[in-house]
């Protein structure tokens, strides 16, 4: 007969402190290793946090990052986001302020934090947090009729949590925050008569709430005196406002079709239907992702009877470093008549140029599998990527022996687990 076998579970970790961040200002003092990332598309590196799960106590562990500003304060304002791999964007999870921010609980993921100061700059760090659960197990196969006797298998499984990043996607793609010291563009080609009917406004992306800005309204919201019909000229060619611009477009004294570069509308609206056009000013823009899809153009035809269609729209952000476009190419996108709110006016969501699907990244679970045959055996390390063994045990021990199993990550998280084969002596005839 046989004695049950006993089984232990022994979880080791290495544990190297914590490392701050060399790629941004993102820093973690709770986790046990950290790695760069390996972006294959030629942008800088970020960094991996690795967690490992569970900890020497078994209990399970979860991800933790510190951001520390590096623009002048006082006054900042933290925005953390978590990765979305169907957008490639991020999505705001928490907000925050203070002189630093820590955020905690954190599965593994992308994680992006934008931090703003009282004057409105900013500045964005990224990091991944990868929380590696290891696990093993070894156990004993026993030949239920003549334990003592009998030939009997050791078995062993392994399961290490694996681990998905991307690349961030190229310049031109890669989150841009829109602040005060980015510049905005917009363009606009159309055949409309009698353009004195128009006004102009930008919409930025549904995921910072659909924010509007008025670039230029209607002749008549601006001055009643304005008539209805100030300009009885038609079309508009490559007419453009940017925010590096003061001058505004005077609708009724200019030439036509309608050209040039006019400043952001920065009036009041005393005139008839000024609650219709957006109130405020470019700031409603502050914090928007100019690389995020969703970018539209409104034009407000204010007056009945006159029609015509955009041709032609262009969105441009800069910041001196890097530009976003947005262009339409030729389209044949109609304007409403006399249609002059936000619900009514005709709108046209500008694509995204040369828009890139970026590479995800595996960080594999396979590591380094061995086990030991007893005490004095030799381990033996499996083929990289399998998960489990089997061996039959041939002829039996005559004493009682210790099988072990380990497992090592790629990234350092470790487990051991072991069982002991209890002798009992050989059974009666």
Request: charged share 10%.
């Amino acid at each position: 007969m046989y004695k049950p076998f006993s089984r232990c579970l022994l979880l080791i970790f290495f544990l190297l402190g914590w490392n701050v961040g060399v790629f941004g200002q993102i820093t973690s003092n709770t986790s046990d290793y950290v790695q760069p990332t390996q972006y294959t598309n030629g942008m800088p590196n970020d960094e991996i946090f690795v967690f490992c799960s569970p900890d020497i106590n078994g209990n399970p562990v979860t991800g933790q990052l510190t951001a520390t500003p590096t623009i002048a304060g006082p006054g900042f304002t933290f925005e953390w986001g978590l990765y979305d791999e169907t957008t490639h964007t991020y999505t705001t999870f928490q907000t925050t302020n203070g002189p630093t921010s820590t955020v905690s609980n954190l599965a593994s993921g992308g994680y992006s934090v934008t931090i703003t100061n009282n004057a409105g700059q900013t500045e964005r760090f990224v990091a991944w947090v990868y929380v590696s659960i290891v696990d093993v197990n070894v156990s004993l196969d026993l030949d239920p009729v003549n334990p003592g006797c009998e030939p009997f298998d050791v078995n062993g499984t392994i399961d290490a949590s694996g681990f998905t990043y991307w690349d961030p996607l190229q310049p031109g793609q890669a989150p841009f925050i829109v602040d005060a010291n980015t510049t905005i563009e917009v363009c606009f080609s159309a055949n409309h008569t009698y353009v004195s009917d128009l006004g102009f406004v930008l919409v930025g992306p549904p995921s910072c709430g659909s924010p509007a800005v008025t670039l230029s309204p209607n002749p008549q919201v601006i001055n009643n005196a304005n008539g209805c019909c100030c300009n009885s000229g038609n079309n508009l060619n490559n007419l453009c406002f940017t925010t590096a611009n003061t001058n505004q477009l005077n609708m009724c004294a200019s030439g036509t079709p309608l050209t040039g570069t006019f400043g952001f509308y920065n009036g009041n609206f005393p005139g008839n239907g000024g609650a219709n056009y957006p109130q405020g000013g470019v700031q409603g823009l502050y914090g928007c992702n100019a690389a995020e899809g969703g970018w539209a153009v409104q034009i407000y035809d204010c007056i009945g009877a006159d029609v015509g269609s955009l041709t032609n729209a262009t969105i441009t952000f800069s910041n001196g470093t890097s530009t976003i476009n947005y262009a339409s190419g030729p389209i044949n996108s109609a304007i409403n008549d006399n249609s002059c709110t936000p619900g009514t006016a005709s709108i046209y969501v500008v694509p995204l140029t040369t828009p890139v699907n970026p590479n995800p990244q595996q960080v594999p679970n396979s590591g380094t599998l061995t086990y030991q045959l007893g005490l004095n055996g030799n381990p033996v390390s499996l083929t990289a990527g399998t998960n489990s063994f089997n061996e039959t045990i041939d002829p039996i021990p005559t004493y009682d022996e210790w099988y072990y199993l380990f497992i090592q990550d790629q990234l350092g998280c470790s487990a051991i687990d072991s069982v002991m084969f209890d002798f009992t002596g050989y059974a009666d005839a």
